[in-house]
């Protein structure tokens, strides 16, 4: 409940009340009567991080603003406020403007406009232009301090003006960014310095004295540095020696996971509740081995957040960021040695070199016309593909890696051939009459129509079923003397990797 001060009341709000202002007249009494009705306000607000901002004061300057604006107008009646939120997030994946939205399209909404402290808290780029359609259908009425009131959305000057504040608002977030990279640059080559991010495996942070910037130091804030783990770093030692001996990367997962090794995210729960933590696997061998970090030096910028472009085509378009690898000419490295080295770069640069994946001893390349579009039957998984006796062919293995001793019984290895697929497909009539162009004689045009149709394959040892988006359509009907599966020889047990599989992984 808000404190609400006498007028003659003996504390210092009050004291403060009766003080004559600066023309020599009192201060107005507080009305204690309700203000006129007037216009319904739904107010929104936003900030960008949690760590750094404080909600109560960020979330009241803006109320303020916003509460000047519609002096005399009317009053706000609910309020919206997203909280790390950056500005680049589209309106219908910030999750109090998602909020919002559904609200104004809802006929009993309570409110008739709605009013921002300011632009660059509410809009981005373009991100005002998509949302203009919705407001003017729906009669809601957006109210702005750069506007000095409700927006006329068919005044050519005032839409003019919102195009600039969005292209304003767009290279504040850009100039910034290329501010904070500039120094984060210069910072990891020329310093070493632990730009933030989790230890990788094998070391952990400890401090490393006071901030340089005099300001963040009087603040309490303090660098920190790699130093090697005593329970985690000898086990990376290891797995460079072994890869340097010439063992593949699935022989090393299974070798750790038989030992019960804890894998990085079982070792660091704290920094890695996303991941399962149950055992070790080709990617996480793969990562230790490509990650330069190991030699001593400060290695930054490996990783970026790619952006997908909203495109103005008046709708509301949904924003994502997809974490992708940088390739190793855009890394940053530092000049000299930052913390205890694991390995040196010599034989850092040597496990680079080793491929163990098997080659074809005629050098061609494989091609798979059907990759990604047979599913298994048995698990449900994607098959992969399997080149055998001069043809291409899908297996699944039901779950089941070269990462793990085999204990358990499980469900048979499937074997699928290519040309046993494309066969059938192209003599099923009655796909065809559903599908005509699926009757080509051409493995090319199969292939690509069935993506093109977002069609898959589902094969069991008993049936093979061609699914699209609203039929399924079985391919072996009984009688068919057309085998069901392939007869290709399961591979001996042992250390085995196709090719395919290596080089997703391997870092060359």
């Given at each position: ?110 409110f ?14 373009q ?35 919102l ?34 991010g ?62 019960g ?8 729960r704290?920094?890695?509740p ?98 990604g ?109 057309l085998a ?25």
């Amino acid at each position: 409940m808000q404190y609400a001060p006498e007028l003659d009341g003996p504390d210092l709000l009050g004291w403060w009340i009766r003080q004559p202002n600066h023309r020599g007249h009192h201060r107005a009494r507080r009305p204690t009567t309700p203000p006129p009705p007037g216009i319904r306000f739904a107010f929104y607000g936003r900030m960008s991080t949690v760590d750094f901002q404080d909600r109560a004061s960020s979330c009241r300057w803006q109320r303020n603003y916003a509460e000047d604006l519609i002096a005399g107008h009317g009053r706000i009646v609910v309020e919206f406020f997203d909280e790390g939120v950056s500005r680049r997030v589209t309106w219908p994946d910030r999750p109090q403007a998602a909020r919002l939205l559904a609200a104004v399209v809802d006929p009993g909404r309570g409110f008739d406009a709605i009013v921002a402290g300011e632009y660059e808290r509410a809009f981005h780029g373009q991100q005002l232009e998509q949302l203009t359609p919705v407001l003017v259908e729906h009669g809601v009425q957006l109210w702005l301090p750069e506007t000095y009131g409700p927006v006329d959305f068919d005044n050519p000057r005032q839409l003019a003006l919102l195009d600039l504040l969005g292209v304003h608002s767009q290279r504040e977030v850009s100039r910034a960014r290329h501010r904070t990279t500039a120094a984060m640059r210069a910072q990891a080559e020329l310093q070493g310095r632990h730009l933030g991010g989790r230890p990788p495996y094998g070391y952990r942070l400890v401090d490393a004295g006071p901030h340089p910037n005099r300001a963040h130091a009087a603040w309490g804030r303090r660098l920190h540095r790699l130093e090697p783990d005593p329970a985690t770093a000898p086990y990376v030692r290891w797995i460079f020696e072994q890869r340097l001996a010439g063992r593949s990367v699935a022989s090393i997962a299974r070798a750790l996971n038989d030992t019960g090794v804890p894998c990085p995210s079982d070792a660091d729960r704290a920094r890695n509740p996303h991941r399962s933590g149950q055992r070790w696997m080709l990617t996480t061998v793969a990562a230790i081995l490509g990650n330069p970090r190991y030699t001593g030096r400060q290695v930054w910028n490996r990783q970026r957040t790619d952006h997908d472009i909203v495109e103005p085509d008046g709708t509301i378009t949904r924003h994502q960021e997809v974490q992708r690898w940088n390739a190793a000419p855009h890394w940053v490295i530092s000049n000299q040695i930052a913390h205890p080295p694991l390995v040196t770069e010599e034989q850092f640069v040597a496990a680079q070199t080793i491929h163990t994946a098997p080659t074809p001893a005629d050098g061609a390349p494989r091609h798979y016309l059907l990759a990604g579009l047979v599913c298994c039957g048995v698990c449900g998984r994607i098959m992969d593909s399997h080149w055998v006796h001069s043809r291409p062919g899908y297996r699944c293995r039901h779950g089941h890696t070269s990462t793990h001793t085999k204990t358990s019984p499980r469900p048979k290895i499937l074997y699928i051939r290519e040309d046993h697929l494309l066969d059938r497909i192209r003599h099923d009539r009655g796909l065809h009459r559903h599908y005509p162009t699926l009757r080509s004689p051409d493995p090319d045009k199969i292939a690509a129509y069935l993506r093109t149709n977002n069609m898959i394959i589902v094969c069991d040892h008993h049936a093979w079923t061609v699914e699209a988006e609203t039929a399924a359509y079985t391919l072996n009907p009984p009688g068919s003397g057309l085998a069901t599966t392939a007869k290709i020889p399961a591979q001996r047990d042992g250390d085995h990797t196709t090719h395919e599989e290596l080089s997703r992984f391997v870092w060359k």
